[in-house]
């Protein structure tokens, strides 16, 4: 409205600059049109001129006015870039200091420069917001910039099996298949598995086949992987193929080349990264071990009847049997296998590195470990299902998945222009923007140690219970691990179950993004934990006063520490 305003008060006043030629009632349409010409004529360089000053006039307010727009909803940079490495030193020493700083300067989301990349961290209730908002935030996206499995499936794979790609239309045969069958109720089908796979891994593991009162010294990171790697074989490929060794060690090898592809994809041009990973890194080797094993395996419960009644189900049984795709083909075995690499991508580490967590904080804690054995012992029979129900084993769980929570993860991207705390309460942070396509991540450790999302459980005194044998005890700080945190005397609902998800535990996610197969990790963990200090001491290699701190990359990636323990043979 800016334009034609001034435009019509500039001619107004050019017409009435010439007292001859107003316009009036008594005048003829003719002398009228000569008069307009004539002012024209004769003022024709003052038109033109305030015609050129009006136009950059009112793009100087418009620039000025989008201007002072960005500024007020740009996401702040907090201090400390640097040229090129933006704040990736800061993230390498400390990411949790870094994000403290970020919160002081910014508030509850502030932005970091990964490179020359600008990466948006969420804190506080704005994670939940990410969280409960899928259409907003593509979590799979971002999950593929920190483990990129496609690519690197495409990049080492293509040349023998190219797959299509994904129909939105179409199940999932990872999420879908986990989600609709991995459920609490359905995990008792994989109990006899998951006992004969830690029996069989603990057979092969030579290190661990101990006399009774023999001590050994024995690094965690390969041992653990096996066992995880062959209960998983059993439960995800089924019996006929599971006990396949080549199989197995391909499983524990995969995880481990795709995070050095995620390092070469983020660092280094793709066609450099391309190349090293197909000469270097390349999944090539354990993909044709999966097909070998796999193919011929799902082909016959296709083609021969009956032949999957002989087998209880496993994952690739069950991935047959989800709907076909939108245009009515079913899924090739090759495809299944390929699916099956996923699970086992997405699965095993974690699970291995929750599992050696466990045993650091048992081998460094002797009291409790000799609390844990005799819940154990006062079981009928040490089954999954069995174990599954002791509270302190699930509390001692559930605090490590809170501890040892990642510092920066649950890697999102907008799918739009997000504006994240519109409401009335928020009104400081309203304005803030997230553009489209951004990389969004959330500090998930500095909310589990928020005391306004930990109030229940960081209560200066309160009740809790072993088997009704009831104490009172004063809960230990939130920085702090403490495996009594979650046995409360109020069922609450199951809601301080280690699966349990909320804002006091986002390790596995919240609402659509929750991961489905966390039911059957805390299975597997619990089981084998229990299984291991039955039968072993653990002790650690060095003193308690110079206990090894967990290792971190760049605050994406938490790892235990690669010191090993002491295992001696308890009976």
């Known amino acids: 409205m800016l334009f034609p305003s001034a435009l019509a008060n500039t001619f107004s006043y050019l017409w009435n600059q010439d007292g001859n030629i107003v316009p009036t009632s008594s005048s003829s349409s003719i002398l009228q049109k000569e008069a307009f ?101 593509n979590g799979y996206a971002g999950f593929q910039i920190i483990m990129p499995i496609e690519r690197a499936l495409k990049i080492s794979y293509e040349h023998k099996f190219k797959t ?34 830690l029996d069989q891994a603990l057979d092969d593991l030579q290190e661990l086949d101990l006399k009774s009162r023999e001590k050994k010294i024995i690094k965690l990171k390969d041992t653990v992987s096996w066992i995880v790697s062959q209960v998983s074989c059993l439960c995800l490929a089924g019996t006929h193929v599971g ?46 071990v999966i097909m070998d094993s796999l193919v011929p395996e799902l082909e016959k419960m296709q083609q021969t009847s009956g032949y999957n009644q002989q087998h209880k189900p496993s ?67 040490q089954t999954p299902e069995k174990v599954n129900e002791i509270r302190l084993l ?19 991207k907008t799918t739009q222009d997000v504006n994240l705390a519109p409401s009335a309460s928020s009104s400081t942070y309203e304005q803030n923007i997230i553009p489209r396509d951004s990389l969004v991540i959330a500090a998930i450790n500095d909310a589990h140690t928020d005391p306004t999302f930990m109030i229940e459980t960081s209560s200066s005194h309160r009740t809790t219970s072993i088997d009704s044998n009831r104490f009172t005890y004063t809960p230990l700080q939130l920085n702090q691990f403490d495996p009594y945190r979650y046995l409360l005397t109020t069922d609450d ?7 349990s998800i909320g804002p006091e535990l986002l390790t596995f996610g919240l609402s659509a993004h929750a991961c489905p197969g966390r039911y059957f990790a805390a299975f597997q963990v619990k089981y084998i934990v229990a299984e291991l200090i039955m039968r072993y001491n653990i002790s650690p290699t060095i003193d308690s006063d110079k206990r090894p701190k967990d290792r971190q990359f760049l605050g994406l990636t938490r790892t235990p520490p690669d010191i090993p323990l002491v295992f001696e043979r308890f009976n």
């Not at 066609?271 to 993909?287: H, T």
């Not at 095993?348 to 050696?356: G, H, N």
């Not at 605090?399 to 890697?411: D, F, G, N, P, Q």
Request: proline share 6%; hydrophobic share 40%; aromatic share 8%.
């Open 37 to 137: 010409i004539t002012c024209i004529r004769k003022r024709r360089h003052l038109l033109v001129a305030a015609t050129v000053f009006i136009i950059i006039s009112s793009l100087y307010k418009l620039r000025k006015r989008i201007s002072q727009k960005q500024r007020r909803t740009e996401v702040k940079l907090i201090s400390g870039t640097l040229p090129c490495v933006g704040h990736l030193l800061e993230l390498y020493h400390d990411p949790d200091t870094l994000i403290n700083r970020g919160k002081h300067e910014a508030g509850p989301i502030f932005r970091i420069k990964v490179g020359n990349m600008d990466v948006y961290v969420l804190t506080g209730p704005l994670i939940q917001e990410m969280l409960h908002s899928p259409r907003r935030f």
């Open 493 to 499: 609902n199951n809601r301080w179950e280690s699966t």
């Open 164 to 197: 299509s790609p994904p129909n939105p239309r179409d199940k999932d045969p990872v999420g879908y298949t986990v989600r609709e069958n991995f459920k609490p109720c359905n995990l008792g089908m994989f109990s006899t598995r998951i006992q004969q796979g």
């Open 315 to 381: 994952f690739i049984s069950m991935v047959l049997n989800i709907p076909p795709k939108y245009n009515g083909e079913p899924r090739t075995p090759k495809e299944i296998a390929i699916a099956f690499t996923k699970v086992a991508l997405g699965s095993i580490d974690t699970t291995r590195d929750i599992v050696i967590f466990i045993l650091y904080e048992l081998a460094y804690n002797p009291a409790l470990t000799q609390e844990l054995r005799t819940e154990i012992k006062k079981l009928d029979h």
């Open 394 to 412: 699930d509390s001692i769980l559930r605090e490590v998945l809170r501890c040892k929570a990642i510092s920066l993860t649950l890697l999102h």
């Open 243 to 288: 006990f396949n060794k080549e199989l197995v060690y391909a499983m524990t090898r995969l995880a481990p080349k795709i995070s050095k592809t995620a390092l070469m994809l983020s660092f280094f041009p793709n066609w450099i990264a391309e190349r090293v990973i197909r000469q270097c890194i390349s999944l090539e080797k354990e993909l044709d």
